[in-house]
């Protein structure tokens, strides 16, 4: 079976002011060392707000949409905007992430990469932040649950920064093991280890500055899956943020484009154990745009790879 991505030209559409690391180049970027790749590729839908409200109040989605500028640049924080095709581009990020849980679950395809922004692992319950405006994860899990009857699934965070905004939405949710690896002290400020959710099923794991791959490649060995194997999920999500890249700008964890490849290809083997090979993976983070490029290369090509098991 083959890997599916998902990706939409209104994703490009979400422009953030000059200068600001989540650019509509590293969608371009990313996109660009994917062709030719062996993929089934399909449109992102919108996501509908029936899904969105598995993870989201109303008042989110009332506030987002009355917020919505015609022109111009609206400024949520301090680093997060909305620009006139800004909502579109969120609502179809999610709209992916659903979407490849339903091709996942019907056996259209084996995997599926979501290559769409704004990302969303920092989008808390009411509160758009950290250049994301939904929780694009959070809210697939969700629908995994509710749409499709499983009882248990995973999600992994790999990206830089930590999580809040799945966290946030997932923190009652026993049935979905996030676990987070984030470099700490750094934005958000949240992930300390004592941070486990209402059910013990969140677990955070900082790293220190300087973090290699080696000792990466320990963690995720020796800690992270054999969390996952004995929770015995049915699918397996992936917050894919690349910002842990060694030449990443906004961060100093040094792992490496090979890193993020055997980190998927494990992943994805785990999978293939322990719920049928079923992986969803979302776009995150990473903001050096030939790193970035690199590593979604080697991340999609280890999800192929899986996916032709």
């Not at 969140?202 to 995720?220: E, M, Q, V, W």
């Not at 917050?239 to 494990?266: C, M, N, R």
């Not at 990473?286 to 290369?297: H, K």
Request: with cysteine; aromatic share 6%; glycine share 10%.
């Amino acid at each position: 079976m083959t890997t599916a991505l998902l990706t939409h030209p209104d994703c490009h559409g979400h422009i953030n002011p000059e200068g600001h690391p989540e650019q509509v180049a590293r969608l371009h970027e990313v996109l660009k060392a994917l062709h030719g790749k062996d993929l089934l590729r399909k449109e992102a839908p919108l996501a509908d707000d029936a899904s969105l409200l598995l993870c989201h109040p109303q008042a989110h989605l009332d506030a987002l949409n009355a917020a919505a500028p015609d022109t111009g640049t609206l400024q949520l924080d301090a680093d997060t905007y909305m620009t006139p095709g800004s909502l579109t581009a969120a609502y179809r990020a999610a709209g992916g992430a659903v979407r490849a849980v339903d091709m996942v679950m019907g056996g259209e395809a084996a995997n599926v990469f979501v290559a769409c922004r704004p990302p969303g692992h920092h989008a808390e319950t009411e509160r758009p932040m950290g250049f994301c405006l939904f929780g694009n994860v959070a809210v697939a899990a969700r629908h995994a649950l509710e749409v499709h009857g499983l009882k248990r699934v995973a999600i992994v965070d790999f990206d830089v920064h930590h999580g809040n905004g799945t966290q946030d939405l997932l923190w009652d949710e026993g049935r979905a093991l996030f676990i987070s690896t984030h470099q700490m002290p750094l934005y958000p400020g949240t992930g300390a280890q004592h941070e486990r959710g209402a059910h013990g099923q969140i677990t955070n794991i900082p790293l220190s500055a300087g973090t290699d791959g080696g000792l990466y490649r320990k963690i995720l060995t020796n800690r992270i899956i054999p969390l996952i194997e004995a929770f015995e999920p049915e699918m397996l999500f992936l917050s894919a943020g690349f910002d842990a890249h060694k030449d990443d700008p906004l961060a100093s964890i040094d792992l490496s484009t090979e890193d993020f490849g055997w980190i998927t290809q494990e992943l994805a083997a785990l999978a293939g154990r322990v719920c049928g090979g079923r992986v969803v993976s979302c776009l995150e983070g990473g903001y050096n745009l030939p790193a970035l490029a690199a590593s979604a290369a080697a991340h999609v090509d280890a999800l192929i790879a899986a996916g032709a098991r």
